[in-house]
């Protein structure tokens, strides 16, 4: 061995110091090393998981945010519904009021209007039958005697049942 | 009918005075359609028109003008 240069005093110092080093790096070194890595792992498994949970809530947050923004439109959907209906019923009501009232007018107006020319008519007529009246007496106020002899004459001729009255 | 009621005034109103032939007509028709009657009055009045009324104390058969002229006027304000 001692050919190929190898001196075995010196590698067995090598050995020892390799092995004692060994121990040192495994009791100092290694350990703390591996638990820090374990450590470390864990940490990242539950940020993980964390991460993880937190993502399902947000998930689920969003999930129940648009059930209620669903929900919130359908409310408002029916209320816009109800409002609209509501309005329309109001304006033909509106509509059929101001027509029947519209129509009450006319049918008023219509009527006074009537009595007011059948009251002119019947104006009229008094006044034509009255002045018709003054006429004929200028008319038989002015006769002669020759007319006047034929009235009479006339008078005892006539049927005088209709004229005939108790006083 | 009584006596009294036979000898009841009778005037007769017209707007000319009558004749004698008039008269008896006149007294004719009174009696007919008025009853017997008594006294015979006659009177002028412008305002009957024309024609003749018979008037007795409680009728009165008026066949002048102007109740002719006042029934259409009746007739026509109905």
Do not use: C
């Not at chain 1, 998930?59 to 408002?76: C, I, P, Y």
């Not at chain 1, 033909?92 to 209007?113: F, L, V, Y």
């Not at chain 2, 007919?32 to 008594?38: A, D, P, R, T």
Request: hydrophobic share 40%.
């Amino acid at each position: 061995m001692e050919g190929l240069g190898i001196d075995f005093k010196l590698l067995i110092i090598q050995v020892v110091n390799f092995l004692i080093l060994l121990l040192i790096l495994k009791k100092w070194i290694y350990k703390p090393f591996l638990k820090f890595l374990d450590d470390r792992a864990a940490k990242i498994h539950e940020s993980l998981k964390a991460s993880q949970t937190m993502r399902e809530e947000l998930r689920d947050f969003e999930v129940k945010k648009e059930k209620e923004l669903e929900s919130l439109k359908e409310k408002s959907q029916t209320i816009l519904e109800n409002v609209r209906r509501e309005a329309l019923e109001e304006k033909k009501n509106t509509i059929e009021m101001t027509t029947n009232e519209a129509k009450s007018i006319m049918e008023a107006a219509r009527n006074q209007i009537e009595a007011d020319r059948k009251k002119a008519l019947k104006d009229i007529q008094k006044e034509v039958s009255f002045l018709a009246l003054e006429i004929s007496k200028k008319i038989f106020s002015g006769i002669d005697v020759e007319k006047a002899r034929t009235l009479i004459d006339n008078s005892l001729q006539e049927d005088p049942k209709n004229n005939l009255k108790e006083i | 009918m009584t006596e009294a009621e036979g000898n009841e005034e009778l005037k007769i109103i017209s707007t000319i005075p009558l004749t004698d032939r008039e008269k008896e007509l006149a007294r004719s028709r009174a009696q007919k359609f008025l009853g017997v009657i008594g006294r015979v009055e006659y009177e002028i009045d412008p305002n009957i028109l024309g024609g003749l009324i018979f008037k007795t104390r409680d009728k009165i058969l008026n066949l002048s003008i102007a109740e002719k002229l006042n029934q259409i006027k009746n007739l026509l304000d109905e």
